[in-house]
């Protein structure tokens, strides 16, 4: 139990939280879940779809040794490991002088925090928040236009990640062939954006700043944690930084042509639909962050004992100084984007699936 590793662990003990298990034979599940979707897409002729799985299917197969870890810490580790290579090749290349552990923990925000250990740096995912994303994006993703049944789903989600942290009290929505590749691609972009956005913070050194104060983060059951405080402006840097990173340091003209290759190139194909998920992932996170955050506003008078905190702007704002400059140029490259629309024009509706869901538990 060396590195930064051991000082998770360590800091798990103190809340009493050991890491979670994993379910029996989740690997075997997982292959044979993207073997079936594979077939399936290449019956119906779809070789690009079919082309992209087979890139994760290999990336899967070469990932067996970590069936003795749960899905969350695997997924956890392979965004680590996608932000730490974009870094490699980056800029920020010579910045990354610390060991940097991500780990899930009930931070009980949609935003990760960053805390100094010994031996390096915690990034705190909360609990669930990539099966929480699943959740969503499924729903968003299972038909056009969105109806009824996908904005209960949608309540669901949200009621059950505000009342009990943990997603898994809440829908557990199938959607299979284009659907399931879609909201796959973007659960993944959404997750590694969250992760990429604490490397901006570290890259920047905001984390190391003599003026760096820590604050202490409420995280339910009287219980807190210190976390680094940032001011708006390092907030911004770091989603600025966090971006770039996600996109691979790549150029809007190159992410451009990669993408166009990809509509007549199976080869490239599943990098378009990576790049495509990562130019729409901050959007979609910031338009769900915004939706949950009413939510939990607009419920507070329900005396609810899980309200979610956070030490970053409003989301609004956020997302209008990511995109402000860069929107009209990537025009139909957010179109990925546009699955969030029910999240906006179906807010009122959601908000009041939430508070009835939230009146019923209570």
Not at 32 to 55: C, F, K, N, T
Not at 269 to 281: D, P, T
Request: charged share 25%.
């Amino acid at each position: 139990m060396e590195g930064v590793r051991g000082d998770y662990l360590r800091f798990l003990a103190q809340f009493g939280i050991e890491p979670r298990k994993p379910p029996a034979n989740a690997a075997e599940l997982r292959i044979d879940m993207l073997l079936r979707m594979i077939e399936a897409h290449r019956r119906a002729g779809d070789q690009a779809a079919a082309a992209y799985l087979d890139e994760l299917l290999a990336k899967e197969r070469a990932g067996a040794a970590d069936e003795q870890r749960h899905p969350a810490e695997i997924l956890l580790e392979r965004s680590r490991r996608t932000v730490v290579a974009a870094i490699a090749s980056s800029a920020y290349a010579d910045a990354l002088r610390h060991e940097v552990f991500v780990g899930d923990f009930p931070t009980g925000s949609l935003n990760a925090e960053a805390r100094r250990t010994e031996h390096g740096y915690l990034i705190l995912v909360n609990s669930g928040l990539s099966y929480f994303f699943r959740q969503v994006l499924v729903a968003l993703c299972m038909r056009d236009p969105v109806g009824a049944e996908e904005l209960d789903l949608i309540g669901q989600a949200i009621a059950a990640y505000v009342l009990h942290r943990d997603p898994a009290a809440g829908p557990q929505p199938v959607a299979g062939g284009p659907a399931a590749m879609l909201s796959h691609a973007l659960q993944r972009a959404c997750g590694d954006f969250v992760v990429a956005h604490e490397f901006g913070h570290l890259l920047a050194g905001h984390l190391d700043m003599p003026a760096a104060q820590s604050r202490m983060l409420p995280v339910g059951d009287g219980r807190e944690v210190p976390v680094i405080d940032k001011s708006w402006q390092q907030e911004f840097e770091a989603d600025a930084i966090g971006f770039s990173l996600l996109l691979g340091g790549r150029s809007l003209h190159a992410i451009k042509q990669i993408i166009d290759e990809g509509e007549h190139d199976a080869r490239v194909a599943g990098q378009g639909v990576e790049l495509l998920s990562a130019l729409a992932a901050p959007m979609i996170f910031f338009i769900l962050e915004s939706l949950v955050a009413r939510c939990i506003q607009e419920a507070e008078g329900a005396q609810l004992s899980s309200a979610m905190t956070s030490t970053h702007p409003p989301s609004r704002d956020r997302l209008a100084a990511l995109y402000e400059e860069s929107i009209k140029a990537m025009g139909m490259y957010l179109r990925y984007a546009n699955l969030a629309r029910p999240l906006v024009s179906e807010e009122a509706a959601i908000v009041e699936r939430v508070h009835a869901l939230l009146r019923k538990a209570l």
